[in-house]
């Protein structure tokens, strides 16, 4: 898996130092991270979060695709794909097997400068994955038949991220912008240097660089700090260093060139990137990094929002991120314009932005704004162990500092800007920028673009037909001698509740991890009550509700909510709030005007439709959002589930304010809606400040909705044609709704089928290297109507035929071959998985949401062991046979079909 670093965050910048300021983070003579460095070199980094209940271990080496030589791109991350994959003690299938076995999570990806290897497991049982990392430095066997299987994997995953156009514009960008460094290559590698990679070369890299002392143990959750070294040393420490290993150094050759990408594809709207080149996470403060963002690009009260989508309307959004590289890094604004002849003005603005700043600073409020913003998503990082251990890692190995991600800077500020201004005066030029752009393929053109990718695949094929796997996939072995603890006692937390008069019940739940607060409203009207004569209707109103009300108008109600750093939602049916617990009276002020008196602005109204209208023709590029139309159009036809929630451009043009704000009226009413507020609550008195806030609101009650029947599918292939690298490729059926006696047996099919790397579907890709993506989940979407069964893989043209024959040959015989053994570890995974469910504010008030939206007890969960455990297999069998039912599965494929 690849990894950008800091860009798997795009929309929300999480990577921050600052004081955790009230946490106790930082007791007296106390560290917050404890670190031992082994005899062998091996850096070992323990953080203690005794609230977890599953703990993060997290290897990283100090090695990634910057540090491959001309003719081996891809290697690196080519390299993490076969560790996993034996050593001299396991097998194959031993790495997922224990995992699953473990009710486990394993994964690992490559960036430019790193590698890592990551599990998280239930506390009971961290210790186990310590051998098999252990094992995995030195001892992987890089079996050559296994390497031909995997070699077509990363192909078909090289394939796919380039029907990915933004990410591809972005590979793009930092091509030209590193000529001479090795970020100039992408991590995947090019597929020429990927057809010839040798064993040999393999091994060597692996050798070189896979030691003691050029990796970082990182272990995040409740352990004991002196435990954890006992076992890193008694597992890892007899493995030799290299005394003699040094990193290569890179450098890059600045000049004042300017440059711009146009990359042209089957689309039908534009899309725009602008970088710069900055100093990479080794030497800046990633904290400033994530204020520029914040100030300039990410979220409505940002300038560049305000003057491009609110003002100006040339764009629908705009946004900012960077990728995290240690030596360089590239500070990108991502803009969606309205049309490609807007881009060159869009672009001006962007730079005369900048420059305001460089020339008249940055007002107080915004500076405290921004560092408000850092502060909240630290908080919201302390909740994720995985998290923790990923960019804890990354920064250390980065800048040597353990504690930098928590230390107490203390940024004042005049800081604060200083360092803000001078990153944009230095680095943010005209002369220097990058500009790409993502435009529609001439006419002209479309024929020759089918050729080259046809010509790929001829290529492709010709190549991998070479590479074959003759063996079977190699059966666990290591798995049977670990052993696992049962976990005794299941309890978990459950909310105190009350009623208002006017009908709205409240569940709140004090947990004080963090000093966050999560609130959701649930609304009894969700997306089913759209519009049946302006399909889109709901879409468009709760988007609507943000844009102002009458405490609050205008941008003053965005100005408002990201001063205090609240992260906002407002989708049909939900609208939840993510906020620091000191802000909560307030939060609760704004909340209630957002569902009480939202101003629906004429001048807003015309701003969201454009916007909405524009995200319609935009989803008509995205072949996933094509597959998905149509599966849903045809599993739930006549229902209202088989209705686009966007609506058509039909629909959306005729929408009027009269229409908005009646549809208003009737559906957003306190009437058996539920608000859930999950967090750090002690010092608040519930009780009053809801009944001051949402005690006089009025309004309706909502009718029930008579479902239509959804009646069962037959046989049957649909076809769309997209021009496109990949073919999104779905088998589907009718499945159960979620009260539905079959249900439980079918989530426990889901973990043995399609879900994970010990999964059947994983195995056929491990056998034939077929696709990259190939899952299955038989219960999406079930609620009170039934589920999609759907099995979804996303595959190259040439491969679609035998990926067919495969899958139709599986679903006829997965029922009769399960096993009791993968029905119990099923079963274990399922239990020890709801952990996850109270682990987080967020997810405690999901929990809730399920619990009042289904009307399950308060002990729902803690009930299901006695639940699965009545579940035999041969009631799981007769299940799957139902639903997967060959002659009523019908399959689509999007793509060059």
Same mark, same amino acid.
């Given at each position: 898996?690849?990894?950008?670093?800091?860009?798997?965050?795009?929309?929300?910048?999480?990577?921050?130092?600052?004081?955790?300021?009230?946490?106790?983070?930082?007791?007296?003579?106390?560290?917050?991270?404890?670190?031992?460095?082994?005899?062998?070199?091996?850096?070992?980094?323990?953080?203690?979060?005794?609230?977890?209940?599953?703990?993060?271990?997290?290897?990283?080496?100090?090695?990634?695709?910057?540090?491959?030589?001309?003719?081996?791109?891809?290697?690196?991350?080519?390299?993490?794909?076969?560790?996993?994959?034996?050593?001299?003690?396991?097998?194959?299938?031993?790495?997922?097997?224990?995992?699953?076995?473990?009710?486990?999570?394993?994964?690992?990806?490559?960036?430019?400068?790193?590698?890592?290897?990551?599990?998280?497991?239930?506390?009971?049982?961290?210790?186990?994955?310590?051998?098999?990392?252990?094992?995995?430095?030195?001892?992987?066997?890089?079996?050559?038949?296994?390497?031909?299987?995997?070699?077509?994997?990363?192909?078909?995953?090289?394939?796919?991220?380039?029907?990915?156009?933004?990410?591809?514009?972005?590979?793009?960008?930092?091509?030209?912008?590193?000529?001479?460094?090795?970020?100039?290559?992408?991590?995947?590698?090019?597929?020429?240097?990927?057809?010839?990679?040798?064993?040999?070369?393999?091994?060597?890299?692996?050798?070189? *660089?896979?030691?003691?002392?050029?990796?970082?143990? /990182?272990?995040?959750?409740?352990?004991?700090?002196?435990?954890?070294?006992?076992?890193?040393?008694?597992?890892?420490?007899?493995?030799?260093?290299?005394? *003699?290993?040094?990193? +290569?150094?890179?450098?890059?050759?600045?000049?004042?060139?300017?440059?711009?990408?146009?990359?042209?594809?089957?689309?039908?709207?534009?899309?725009?990137?602008?970088?710069?080149?900055?100093?990479?996470?080794?030497?800046?403060?990633?904290?400033?990094?994530?204020?520029?963002?914040?100030?300039?690009?990410?979220?409505?009260?940002?300038?560049?929002?305000?003057?491009?989508?609110?003002?100006?309307?040339?764009?629908?959004?705009?946004?900012?991120?960077?990728?995290?590289?240690? +030596?360089?890094?590239?500070?990108?604004?991502?803009?969606?314009?309205?049309?490609?002849?807007?881009?060159?003005?869009?672009?001006?603005?962007?730079?005369?932005?900048?420059?305001?700043?460089?020339?008249?600073?940055?007002?107080?409020?915004?500076?405290?704004?921004?560092?408000?913003?850092?502060?909240?998503?630290?908080?919201?990082?302390?909740?994720?162990?995985?998290?923790?251990?990923?960019?804890?890692?990354?920064?250390?190995?980065? /800048?040597?500092?353990?504690?930098?991600?928590?230390?107490?800077?203390?940024?004042?500020?005049?800081?604060?800007?200083?360092?803000?201004?001078?990153?944009?005066?230095?680095?943010?030029?005209?002369?220097?920028?990058?500009?790409?752009?993502?435009?529609?393929?001439?006419?002209?053109?479309?024929?020759?673009?089918?050729?080259?990718?046809?010509?790929?695949?001829?290529?492709?094929?010709?190549?991998?037909?070479?590479?074959?796997?003759?063996?079977? !996939?190699?059966?666990?072995?290591?798995? *049977?001698?670990?052993?696992?603890?049962?976990?005794?006692?299941?309890?978990?937390?459950?909310?105190?509740?009350?009623?208002?008069?006017?009908?709205?019940?409240?569940?709140?739940? *004090?947990?004080?991890?963090?000093?966050?607060?999560?609130?959701?409203?649930?609304?009894?009207?969700?997306?089913?009550?759209?519009?049946?004569?302006?399909?889109?209707?709901?879409?468009?109103?709760?988007?609507?509700?943000?844009?102002?009300?009458?405490?609050?108008?205008?941008?003053?109600?965005?100005?408002?909510?990201?001063?205090?750093?609240?992260?906002?939602?407002?989708?049909?049916?939900?609208?939840?709030?993510?906020?620091?617990?000191?802000?909560?009276?307030?939060?609760?002020?704004?909340?209630?005007?957002?569902?009480?008196?939202?101003?629906?602005?004429?001048?807003?109204?015309?701003?969201?439709?454009?916007?909405?209208?524009?995200?319609?023709?935009?989803?008509?590029?995205?072949?996933?959002?094509?597959?998905?139309?149509?599966?849903?159009?045809?599993?739930?036809?006549?229902?209202?589930?088989?209705?686009?929630?966007?609506?058509?451009?039909?629909?959306?043009?005729?929408? /009027?304010?009269?229409?908005?704000?009646?549809?208003?009226?009737?559906?957003?009413?306190?009437?058996?809606?539920?608000?859930?507020?999950?967090?750090?609550?002690?010092?608040?008195?519930?009780?009053?400040?809801?009944?001051?806030?949402?005690?006089?609101?009025?309004?309706?009650?909502?009718?029930?909705?008579?479902?239509?029947?959804?009646?069962?599918?037959?046989?049957?292939?649909?076809?769309?044609?997209?021009?496109? +690298?990949?073919?999104?490729?779905?088998?589907?059926?009718?499945?159960?709704?979620?009260?539905?006696?079959?249900? +439980?047996?079918?989530?426990?099919?889901?973990?043995?089928?399609?879900?994970?790397?010990?999964?059947?579907?994983?195995?056929?890709?491990?056998?034939?290297?077929?696709?990259?993506?190939?899952?299955?989940?038989?219960?999406?979407?079930?609620?009170?109507?039934?589920?999609?069964?759907?099995?979804?893989?996303?595959?190259?043209?040439?491969?679609?035929?035998?990926?067919?024959?495969?899958?139709?040959?599986?679903?006829?015989?997965?029922?009769?071959?399960?096993?009791?053994?993968?029905?119990?570890?099923?079963?274990?995974?399922?239990?020890?998985?709801?952990?996850?469910?109270?682990?987080?504010?967020?997810?405690?008030?999901?929990?809730?949401?399920?619990?009042?939206?289904?009307?399950?007890?308060?002990?729902?969960?803690?009930?299901?062991?006695?639940?699965?455990?009545?579940?035999?297999?041969?009631?799981?069998?007769?299940?799957?046979?139902?639903?997967?039912?060959?002659?009523?599965?019908?399959?689509?494929? !999007?793509?060059?079909?």
């Amino acid at each position: 898996m690849l990894s950008g670093g800091i860009m798997n965050f795009l929309s929300k910048s999480i990577l921050v130092i600052i004081p955790a300021i009230g946490s106790g983070l930082m007791a007296k003579n106390q560290p917050i991270v404890y670190k031992k460095q082994l005899e062998n070199g091996l850096t070992v980094l323990v953080k203690p979060v005794k609230t977890a209940q599953k703990v993060a271990v997290n290897l990283r080496y100090f090695v990634g695709s910057a540090d491959e030589k001309d003719g081996q791109k891809g290697l690196a991350h080519f390299l993490e794909h076969t560790v996993f994959k034996g050593t001299r003690i396991l097998s194959e299938s031993d790495i997922p097997a224990t995992t699953h076995k473990l009710s486990g999570y394993c994964n690992a990806f490559t960036s430019y400068d790193t590698t890592a290897y990551v599990f998280d497991i239930p506390v009971q049982h961290w210790d186990r994955v310590l051998p098999i990392l252990a094992d995995c430095m030195n001892n992987c066997t890089f079996k050559q038949d296994l390497l031909n299987s995997e070699l077509k994997a990363v192909v078909q995953e090289l394939k796919m991220y380039k029907d990915n156009h933004f990410r591809t514009l972005a590979e793009k960008i930092v091509e030209v912008a590193f000529a001479d460094h090795p970020y100039h290559n992408p991590i995947i590698g090019y597929k020429q240097d990927l057809w010839n990679l040798q064993r040999e070369s393999l091994v060597r890299f692996y050798k070189k *660089h896979y030691i003691p002392n050029n990796a970082v143990l /990182t272990v995040v959750g409740d352990v004991n700090p002196e435990e954890v070294f006992e076992k890193a040393e008694s597992n890892f420490g007899a493995i030799p260093s290299n005394l *003699h290993y040094k990193k +290569d150094e890179f450098y890059l050759n600045k000049d004042l060139i300017a440059h711009t990408t146009l990359l042209y594809r089957d689309v039908k709207q534009p899309q725009c990137m602008v970088g710069f080149v900055i100093p990479g996470l080794k030497d800046i403060n990633p904290f400033i990094v994530n204020m520029v963002q914040t100030l300039l690009a990410n979220g409505k009260d940002s300038r560049l929002y305000k003057k491009l989508v609110k003002e100006l309307e040339l764009a629908n959004n705009i946004s900012a991120f960077n990728f995290g590289l240690f +030596d360089f890094d590239m500070l990108f604004f991502a803009i969606d314009p309205k049309n490609s002849e807007a881009i060159d003005e869009i672009v001006k603005l962007i730079m005369q932005e900048i420059e305001q700043i460089i020339a008249n600073g940055i007002p107080a409020q915004e500076l405290n704004k921004l560092i408000k913003t850092e502060q909240s998503s630290l908080y919201s990082l302390f909740e994720d162990n995985s998290q923790q251990a990923n960019y804890l890692s990354e920064i250390y190995l980065a /800048t040597g500092d353990e504690n930098k991600l928590y230390s107490a800077l203390h940024y004042t500020p005049e800081k604060a800007e200083q360092e803000i201004v001078s990153l944009l005066k230095d680095y943010c030029k005209t002369v220097v920028m990058q500009k790409g752009i993502v435009l529609p393929l001439p006419e002209d053109s479309k024929d020759e673009w089918l050729k080259i990718q046809q010509r790929s695949d001829q290529e492709d094929k010709r190549i991998l037909d070479g590479k074959i796997r003759e063996s079977e !996939v190699e059966k666990p072995s290591y798995v *049977h001698e670990v052993a696992i603890q049962e976990k005794e006692n299941w309890e978990f937390p459950k909310p105190i509740q009350f009623e208002l008069n006017n009908g709205l019940k409240v569940l709140y739940y *004090h947990n004080s991890n963090v000093p966050k607060i999560h609130m959701s409203l649930i609304l009894k009207a969700n997306e089913l009550y759209d519009s049946v004569e302006f399909p889109g209707l709901y879409m468009m109103m709760t988007s609507l509700l943000s844009e102002g009300t009458d405490d609050y108008p205008g941008f003053l109600f965005a100005q408002e909510i990201e001063s205090l750093a609240i992260e906002l939602s407002c989708k049909p049916g939900a609208i939840r709030m993510n906020l620091l617990s000191a802000d909560f009276e307030k939060a609760l002020t704004l909340f209630a005007s957002l569902v009480q008196k939202p101003t629906f602005d004429e001048k807003a109204i015309e701003k969201i439709r454009s916007i909405v209208i524009n995200q319609l023709k935009k989803s008509s590029d995205n072949e996933r959002y094509i597959a998905d139309r149509l599966i849903y159009e045809s599993i739930y036809a006549g229902h209202p589930l088989s209705k686009n929630s966007i609506g058509t451009q039909e629909s959306l043009e005729k929408i /009027t304010r009269k229409d908005i704000v009646q549809f208003f009226k009737t559906y957003v009413t306190p009437q058996e809606a539920t608000l859930i507020i999950v967090g750090d609550l002690n010092s608040y008195d519930i009780n009053k400040l809801i009944q001051q806030a949402f005690g006089n609101w009025k309004g309706p009650k909502v009718v029930d909705i008579q479902y239509p029947e959804v009646k069962n599918t037959t046989k049957n292939t649909i076809t769309a044609y997209m021009n496109r +690298d990949q073919i999104i490729f779905n088998v589907v059926g009718l499945s159960v709704d979620r009260n539905h006696k079959d249900y +439980d047996k079918l989530l426990i099919f889901n973990r043995i089928f399609g879900q994970g790397m010990s999964s059947r579907l994983f195995n056929i890709r491990q056998k034939t290297g077929i696709c990259y993506t190939l899952r299955a989940d038989m219960l999406t979407n079930a609620d009170f109507y039934p589920g999609i069964a759907s099995i979804m893989a996303i595959v190259s043209p040439d491969r679609v035929q035998e990926l067919e024959e495969i899958l139709q040959k599986t679903i006829v015989e997965v029922a009769d071959t399960l096993t009791q053994e993968e029905v119990d570890e099923a079963k274990r995974a399922i239990l020890n998985n709801y952990n996850d469910s109270y682990s987080t504010n967020n997810s405690i008030s999901k929990a809730f949401e399920i619990i009042a939206h289904f009307n399950f007890p308060f002990d729902y969960y803690e009930k299901r062991k006695l639940t699965l455990d009545a579940i035999t297999l041969d009631d799981v069998k007769q299940a799957v046979k139902k639903v997967l039912d060959p002659q009523k599965l019908i399959t689509f494929k !999007v793509g060059r079909v």
